[in-house]
């Protein structure tokens, strides 16, 4: 039995990890609920096809809730903090906020102080891993701060809360850093079939890298045709990536670097793809070379 006071759980935003955690979490009697005034038809459809319950505003939202999972772009997650933090101390539900957003560590202590200005219950988390779903990982909510207790509570077959103390901003630095490796590699995969489609030498390049590195193929095989669906979302996640490393004392340039290749393959015609669409077209990496490639020449135009 789940104790009763942390039964209703509030999802904000409904796109794919925030649908497939709300799907679970119904799925396990959790009373799960978000808001989908001015989210996309996108969301909108993700939400419905899971059947969590809409409420009409956030203020209903959070007055409703026994614990609030911010799981936005990074970009929004500061704004969606300023104004649901206060709706939570407004309605008195002295629900838990907890930070679930691809952002540094000090964006999340950032993001704790305005919690702590309204006594409202913080928690940092950081998620790691696909939506859940038969047949895959469990996905991985790291969390830190004082109230592990309670988000562990939402562990379930296919969500795993794994503990990394009482520290606010321990559970983002996790996914930070590993974020960096798996979509920072992805970037600089990326950059490099592009530089050498520039140069000229783009068919070798992977002609090579199939035969001496397979599993490098492999890999992009399965990630180069759809990762400009998610481009515009890592934009922000590779410049709070960036501050991460800088604060750490390491270059922040990296990433930066892969900023600015998400940035181009948003403007991609596969970026106004779903994930789930550009899979199902079976790109081959040529294909989806060529229309990078593409993409470049327009932005090399325009400069």
């Known amino acids: 039995m789940h104790q009763r006071n942390l ?32 989210r996309s038809q996108r969301s909108r459809k993700l939400a419905a096809g899971v059947g969590v319950r809409n409420v009409g505003d956030n203020e209903t939202l959070a007055a409703r809730a026994d614990m609030l999972l911010s799981i936005v772009p990074p970009s929004a997650a500061m704004t969606v903090a300023r104004e649901i933090v206060p709706l939570i101390r407004e309605t008195a539900s002295k629900a838990l906020y907890v930070e679930c957003n691809a952002v540094a560590p000090s964006t999340v202590h950032e993001i704790a102080k305005i919690a702590a200005s309204h006594q409202v219950g913080f928690q ?21 701060g004082p109230h592990g207790d309670a988000l562990r509570q939402i562990a379930t077959e296919r969500i795993d809360v794994k503990m990394l103390g009482t520290e606010i901003g321990r559970a983002s630095a996790m996914k930070m850093v590993y974020a960096s490796l798996n979509k920072g590699t992805n970037a600089l995969r990326a950059a490099a079939i592009l530089v050498a489609e520039q140069l000229g030498v783009g068919e070798d390049l992977r002609r090579e890298v199939e035969q001496s590195l397979p599993d490098v193929h492999t890999s ?5 045709p759809n990762i400009a669906c998610d481009a515009e979302r890592f934009t922000g996640e590779m ?18 670097g892969a900023k600015w290749i998400y940035e181009l393959l948003s403007d991609s015609p596969i970026a106004e793809e779903s994930r789930d669409e550009a899979d199902a077209k079976k790109r081959s990496l040529d294909e989806v070379t060529d229309i990078y490639y593409r993409t470049l020449l327009d932005h090399l135009g325009r400069v």
Request: one cysteine or more; proline letters at 5%.
């Open 239 to 256: 410049r709070e990536i960036a501050a991460t490393y800088k604060a750490a004392g390491v270059t922040p340039r990296f990433h930066e």
């Open 124 to 144: 940092d988390a950081g998620i790691v891993g696909a939506p859940p779903r038969a047949g895959r990982l469990p996905v991985r909510f790291y969390t830190s």
């Open 220 to 224: 992009m095989l399965k990630r180069m």
């Open 7 to 38: 039964n209703r759980i509030a999802i904000i935003g409904a796109g794919n990890m925030g649908s497939g955690v709300a799907a679970e979490l119904l799925a396990n009697g959790f009373d799960v609920a978000t808001c989908l005034k001015g």
